[in-house]
């Protein structure tokens, strides 16, 4: 190992050593209540900074970081328009969901996703369903954050692919497990910070050490005129996609029960409004940054063999090797706090909502600890068996599960805390009428279903029919039920 490899590994194990002091301070608190809302959702007593910032660092995944960034690398400016819903409509997102539904759980007690949309309509159908599509879901994603902490460790310290995505299943699993959300949430609090100053530092060097925009787009038009203009190169992004991608990234994440889960979490009604307000600023300075940086990259180290390797190589090709270190801990944070959040979720789905709740009395709480951790650790063994063999893109697997979810799980969940007169045939009727076609349209098509749009945009609308027509199959939900939820 060279000098300057060496004084990167430092920085960048200080920055691990940090991470596991907050994971460690944060398991040391107890908020007084049973293990199961302690570990699920951190007592319920997350205030706005750290919830805005779990739900950034949730929602900016090493797709945020190494996924775009490599098509920024690979398709030039295109991915500015690919992404520029996100900004906006995230917070969206927010408003939307938020506040009702932390005022919801609050009511309720519901600890996690399957928890909520099961005790509204009185269905342990729902509960069973709900858990067997976030398992399937969240584990592809999971499975797309190990190739990203995996690349990010072959360029930083050199660690062979398959040593690297053992290891780094192994620690996320390990911090998962041993502190629960309260521990993912101060983890994410702390990651958030890490990636946003990262990356805005990183593309500063990068900007620095090319010579400033000009010399990008010389080198971009030298290299291949189509990274200037829409549709990119090989037609990369033609009208269909554009709209099917404004969709995407303006609806995918309020779908997602891992996002959801923060809302549960959340102190009161006034944490959700000043965290919306963190978030919409937050993201207006990081998406941008990571875009242009890959694009950066693509003019500062034009010969990747692998374009995820974009955000580390343009790092370490533009700051000194100690600070490359630091800047490179955050597209690393972004995939740690992912993982972690997504395991969590996952676990949750498994010990409370596949077996907790179907087992006829409660979990004992040695019982639940023990069922957690083994949850939490084969799930991760689970991915890790097919992070073994990456994509070629690391973002398809991303846009796969993002939009998977939302399909399965966002207009289920609107009309769930917005119309009185949804009900249990309606939800499930949603849910698979989403999760099957946004599946089958895959299967068949992959990425560019009928009109060449892709298979979230129809997916979603399906759910959406069948959500509300479904609905007057039956009666609705029992005037006392909805009281608890409808009665502000």
């Not at 404004?246 to 891992?258: D, K, N, T």
């Not at 010990?351 to 179907?358: A, F, I, S």
Request: aromatic share 14%.
């Amino acid at each position: 190992m060279t000098a300057a490899s060496l004084e990167t590994g430092l920085a960048f194990a200080f920055y691990l050593g940090a991470t596991f002091f907050f994971a460690w301070l944060a398991n040391r608190r107890k908020s007084g209540a049973g293990f199961m809302e302690d570990f699920f959702v951190g007592g319920r007593e997350t205030g706005a900074w750290v919830m805005a910032l779990t739900w950034i660092a949730t929602a900016a995944s090493g797709g945020t970081f190494i996924g775009a960034p490599s098509f920024a690398y690979t398709y030039g400016w295109i991915l500015l328009l690919w992404i520029s819903a996100y900004m906006v409509f995230a917070v969206t997102g927010v408003g939307m969901l938020g506040k009702r539904i932390g005022r919801i759980g609050r009511a309720t007690g519901a600890l996690t996703y399957p928890d909520l949309m099961r005790d509204r309509f009185e269905s342990k159908a729902i509960g069973i369903a709900s858990g067997v599509a976030i398992i399937f879901l969240y584990t592809w994603y999971v499975v797309a954050q190990l190739v990203a902490g995996a690349r990010l460790l072959e360029l930083i310290l050199d660690v062979p692919y398959h040593t690297g995505v053992i290891l780094f299943a192994a620690v996320v699993a390990l911090y998962t497990a041993y502190g629960g959300f309260r521990a993912v949430a101060w983890t994410d609090a702390f990651q958030a910070v890490v990636m946003l100053f990262g990356i805005l530092l990183a593309l500063w060097f990068a900007l620095e050490k090319i010579g400033g925009m000009e010399a990008v787009y010389a080198e971009l038009e030298r290299q291949d005129p189509d990274l200037l203009t829409g549709p990119g190169p090989d037609d990369f992004l033609p009208l269909p996609a554009a709209i099917s991608f404004m969709a995407i990234y303006a609806l995918s994440a309020c779908g997602q029960p891992s996002l959801i889960s923060r809302f549960l979490a959340c102190r009161d009604t006034r944490t959700v409004r000043r965290a919306c307000f963190l978030i919409g600023a937050y993201i207006l300075l990081l998406y941008p940054a990571v875009m242009v940086l890959g694009v950066v990259g693509r003019a500062l180290v034009p010969d990747l063999e692998v374009s995820d390797h974009a955000t580390p190589a343009t790092i370490l090709a533009a700051t000194p090797p100690a600070l490359a270190g630091v800047l490179l801990a955050a597209p690393f944070a972004a995939v740690m706090s992912t993982v972690s959040s997504y395991l969590l979720v996952s676990a949750s789905a498994v010990v409370r909502d596949l077996y907790g709740r179907n087992r006829g009395k409660e979990l004992g709480e040695v019982q639940a600890r023990r069922l957690t951790t083994l949850s939490t650790f084969g799930l991760a063994l689970l991915a890790l068996v097919f992070a073994l063999n990456p994509p070629e893109f690391l973002q398809y697997i991303v846009i796969f599960a993002g939009t998977g979810l939302s399909a399965t799980f966002l207009f289920p969940t609107l009309f769930a805390v917005y119309w009185p007169r949804m009900n249990r045939i309606g939800c499930l009727a949603g849910m698979a009428g989403g999760f099957l076609s946004f599946v089958a349209q895959y299967a068949a098509w992959r990425t560019r279903s009928f009109g060449d749009f892709d298979p979230f945009v129809w997916s979603l609308l399906i759910s959406a029919a069948c959500s509300y027509f479904g609905a007057f199959l039956a009666p609705p939900t029992r005037k006392d039920v909805l009281a608890v939820y409808f009665g502000d």
